[in-house]
């Protein structure tokens, strides 16, 4: 049994250990039984890392050797928990100098005191200094992506950026199969959870987040953690009993189980390459009493034969560069490289060809990312039905009215950050439509939802 008196070091001890993952090019990754104290480190110093590598940096003779990076993140980490987490700072001072010690850097906890003290001092003269550097210091995001949103997003790169260092809301989706969004709300009322609608047909956005743990009825399969824009992805599919459907890319499983709430009957086959991760959308499926066929597999080797036949839906949520969800995996910004979007971008292509391999006449494809870049999202839809005449698109409509146009030349709407730093909303803020564009993109919203691109097309009769 641990001693509650050292939980505090095992929390930063955590942190350094999760954060050395991702430095050495691995997803941020908790073992189970870390802390919520540690996550909040791990990923709150992932979120500033640009800036507090700087005020670091800014307060040291000269830069730690490579062998002792568990040390320069362990800086890192009592940096942050003096700037945002609300406890006196002599504490963060003391947890960050035992860590070491048990890190075995005893040698080391005078440079860590005498660091963390000296920014405490410095620290107003500091974040000034910070605020007048680089693009990357400045934004918190290596400069190669600044250029992309740049290029990509010329009016709203600044909002991406601001939305990406906020943290995401918590927001639900209420199974239709259990139990109904207006009932669930007033159980959350009951128990003192603050929670509204939201514009997806059975989202709940929490004015806090909680431990899913601590969510009503959540093991008996009431609800399940899913982000709104991914929320509207499901319905996009139109399913109806007895259609033959393949969720191509399942892990971990939100839409794949949203598709048999919204209609049981369909025959749906979920595969993904990864097992641990197929494991995932097992958990979900039982834990939510639904059923479909599952399996190990690489889609792109995936036949008709093996699949017992062509499918009437194929929902293709591709591999990408996630950066519609930096705010939700901060580590996007670290591990992620200018090289990987072409190599990204040639599997999507890949892929979109060969679920039309699949599809029955008549079919639909939809294809979709949680990307914002348009290297994968209309670029590779746009080249794909240049391949095509036996392709067409279909309109993107999320419902509640928000039809939408697929070739109109004008933004949709333009979500626009208010003077108190707070999203001012309005319906699907940031629906995004380019001329030519054969989908619909969704930026990143201060206390709302992800980025995401979704483009729908149909198999029809060659020309």
């Known amino acids: 049994m641990s001693n509650p008196s050292n939980q505090p070091t095992q929390d930063y001890q955590a942190a350094v250990r999760a954060l050395d993952r991702v430095l050495n090019g691995r997803q941020l990754q908790f073992?189970?039984?870390?802390?919520?104290?540690?996550?909040?480190?791990?990923?709150?110093?992932?979120?500033?890392?640009?800036?507090?590598?700087?005020?670091?940096?800014?307060?040291?003779?000269?830069?730690?050797?490579?062998?002792?990076?568990?040390?320069?993140?362990?800086?890192?980490?009592?940096?942050?928990?003096?700037c945002s987490l609300h406890r006196p700072a002599h504490t963060s001072v003391n947890a960050t100098v035992e860590a070491a010690k048990s890190m075995g850097k005893s040698w080391a906890t005078g440079l860590v005191n005498g660091v963390l003290r000296n920014f405490i001092r410095k620290r107003s003269q500091l974040e000034i200094d910070a605020g007048k550097a680089d693009g990357q210091t400045t934004t918190n995001h290596p400069a190669w992506l600044i250029d992309q949103f740049k290029t990509a997003w010329p009016d709203d790169w600044r909002n991406i950026i601001l939305a990406n260092n906020t943290q995401a809301p918590m927001t639900l989706r209420v199974n239709q199969q259990r139990s109904e969004r207006d009932r669930y709300l007033q159980i959350l009322a009951d128990r003192g959870m603050a929670a509204d609608p939201l514009q997806a047909p059975?989202?709940?956005?929490?004015?806090?987040?909680?431990?899913?743990?601590?969510?009503?009825?959540?093991?008996?399969?009431?609800?399940?953690?899913?982000?709104?824009?991914?929320?509207?992805?499901?319905?996009?599919?139109?399913?109806?009993?007895?259609?033959?459907?393949?969720?191509?890319?399942?892990a971990p499983g939100g839409k794949t189980c949203h598709l048999l709430e919204i209609e049981p009957g369909i025959r749906l086959l979920a595969i993904d390459r990864d097992a641990s991760r197929l494991t995932q959308v097992q958990d979900n499926l039982r834990r939510l009493g639904a059923n479909c066929e599952t399996r190990i597999c690489d889609f792109l080797t995936l036949s008709a034969r093996d699949a017992g036949g062509l499918f009437d839906t194929i929902l293709l949520d591709a591999p990408c560069s996630a950066t519609g969800t930096i705010r939700r995996h901060p580590d996007i910004k670290l591990l992620r490289q200018p090289a990987d979007i072409a190599r990204l971008c040639r599997t999507q292509t890949s892929m979109l060809e060969h679920a039309w391999q699949l599809l029955k006449p008549g079919?639909?494809?939809?294809?979709?990312?949680?990307?914002?870049?348009?290297?994968?999202?209309?670029?590779?839809?746009?080249?794909?039905?240049?391949t095509r005449d036996d392709a067409e698109v279909l309109a993107v409509n999320f419902g509640n009215g928000a039809a939408q146009n697929v070739a109109t030349s004008e933004r949709a709407a333009v979500n626009s950050v208010a003077a108190n730093g707070h999203a001012t909303r309005g319906p699907w803020d940031v629906a995004l439509e380019r001329e030519n564009n054969p989908g619909h993109q969704l930026l990143p919203q201060i206390n709302s939802h992800d980025g995401f691109y979704v483009a729908r097309l149909r198999k029809v009769s060659a020309t």
């Open 363 to 386: 079919g639909m494809v939809v294809y979709a990312t949680c990307s914002i870049l348009p290297q994968e999202n209309e670029r590779v839809v746009r080249n794909f039905l240049r």
């Open 202 to 250: 059975h989202g709940i956005q929490l004015h806090e987040s909680v431990p899913v743990e601590s969510l009503p009825g959540f093991r008996e399969g009431q609800v399940s953690v899913q982000d709104e824009a991914s929320q509207l992805i499901a319905p996009l599919l139109e399913p109806s009993s007895g259609q033959r459907i393949l969720d191509a890319c399942a």
């Open 31 to 82: 073992e189970p039984g870390d802390s919520p104290l540690a996550k909040q480190l791990g990923y709150g110093v992932l979120r500033d890392y640009y800036r507090l590598c700087f005020v670091r940096d800014a307060l040291m003779k000269k830069p730690l050797p490579e062998k002792h990076l568990d040390l320069a993140l362990l800086l890192l980490c009592g940096l942050y928990s003096i």
